[in-house]
């Protein structure tokens, strides 16, 4: 599975020292081209460690075998490969995903689009890196004829989905890393467990508390591309967190910087100011493509659209000056002071 590099994500360990320390179950484990790692508080009905662990990694199997773009027979590769514009009966838990991140493209105009896969090989970020190189335009023209979410119709009743061009390749790297996250949460509910940190490949979702007792404290990476340094903490309570950000994955050519992220509009990296955003939800999945989306939108439009839709939004801005900080007010509270 093609995923954006995890970007903006340092999971922190400050803590008031004094509060007595719970103890708390760490699972850890590869998926979908990256690393998971979750956090249980154990409550006094908590299913074993080894059983916890084992159906995780079920889950997590299960959702790779549906959704990824690198598992030739995968539910979405067999989706992709059909050159018809028949209807076809998706699973349930793959026609959410696509039906969701057709929502946030009508939502974001575009800026989000789950067939933008094709434009992104063609700029060589795809699986082989040594065929970056900047492509002519007749060369982008040719690919943006067969890409756009608008050439995909549902059936919601029946969960079938129709390629009105045949060609038409979905790739769900900007979405399903929150989808498992959700999911896993979904599974940690359903057994009770009140109190978690899930996180895949920097999407997360905390529940509860931590095992001091206090909410999750989560640092947000600068926008910095050979260091790990954290800009900012947030303290979340039952709420989602998803990044994306275009300061690691990208090309030079005669001295021109070209980002992993592609604009589905232009068919070209972005050219903008924004170099990180951080978006808070009670969905993984939604913020995980609404984070893709603003990327794409850069800072004005992006912190225009949050703003409409009470999403929190935190962005990382490159200035002259080096970058600066810019969140709007429905993101405030969760900063950690």
């Not at 800026?111 to 900047?134: E, H, I, Q, S, Y």
């Not at 979410?149 to 059936?155: H, N």
């Not at 009743?157 to 061009?165: E, G, L, Q, W």
């Not at 800072?299 to 801005?317: C, D, F, H, R, W």
Request: hydrophobic share 40%; with cysteine.
């Amino acid at each position: 599975m093609r995923y954006f590099i995890p970007c903006a994500l340092l999971l922190t360990s400050l803590c008031a020292c004094q509060n007595t320390v719970r103890e708390v179950i760490v699972l850890n484990g590869l998926t979908m081209g990256t690393t998971y790692t979750i956090k249980i508080v154990p409550n006094d009905i908590a299913l074993k460690q080894n059983i916890l662990h084992t159906d995780i990694e079920n889950i997590l199997v299960g959702i790779n075998q549906t959704m990824s773009t690198y598992i030739s027979d995968s539910e979405l590769s067999r989706f992709n490969q059909a050159k018809t514009t028949y209807w076809q009966t998706l699973s349930a838990d793959l026609y959410q995903v696509i039906e969701h991140g057709n929502s946030v493209s009508l939502l974001s105009n575009g800026a989000f689009d789950m067939t933008v896969g094709p434009l992104v090989k063609l700029w060589g970020f795809g699986a082989d890196p040594l065929t970056r190189a900047v492509p002519s335009e007749a060369a982008i023209r040719a690919v943006k004829q067969h890409t756009g979410y608008e050439k995909l119709t549902f059936d919601k009743p029946a969960k079938r989905i129709v390629k009105t061009d045949p060609d038409i390749y979905i790739d769900l790297s900007g979405i399903a890393k929150g989808f498992a996250v959700d999911k896993i949460a979904h599974y940690l509910d359903a057994h009770g467990f009140n109190h978690y940190l899930v996180e895949i490949g920097g999407e997360l979702i905390a529940k509860g508390t931590n095992e001091r007792q206090q909410t999750w404290q989560i640092g947000i990476e600068q926008a910095l591309p050979l260091e790990r340094a954290v800009q900012g903490i947030v303290s979340l309570h039952n709420i989602a967190m998803a990044t994306s950000g275009d300061y690691r994955n990208y090309f030079e050519k005669n001295g021109i910087r070209y980002s992993h992220t592609i604009d589905p509009i232009t068919g070209k990296p972005i050219n903008h100011t924004l170099a990180a955003v951080t978006v808070l939800n009670s969905s993984a999945m939604h913020a995980d493509a609404l984070a893709t989306a603003f990327m794409v939108l850069g800072p004005e439009k992006s912190m225009t659209l949050a703003n409409q839709l009470g999403v929190a939004l935190y962005m990382i801005i490159k200035t002259n000056a080096g970058f600066e900080e810019r969140y709007n007010d429905v993101f405030k509270p969760y900063l950690a002071h």
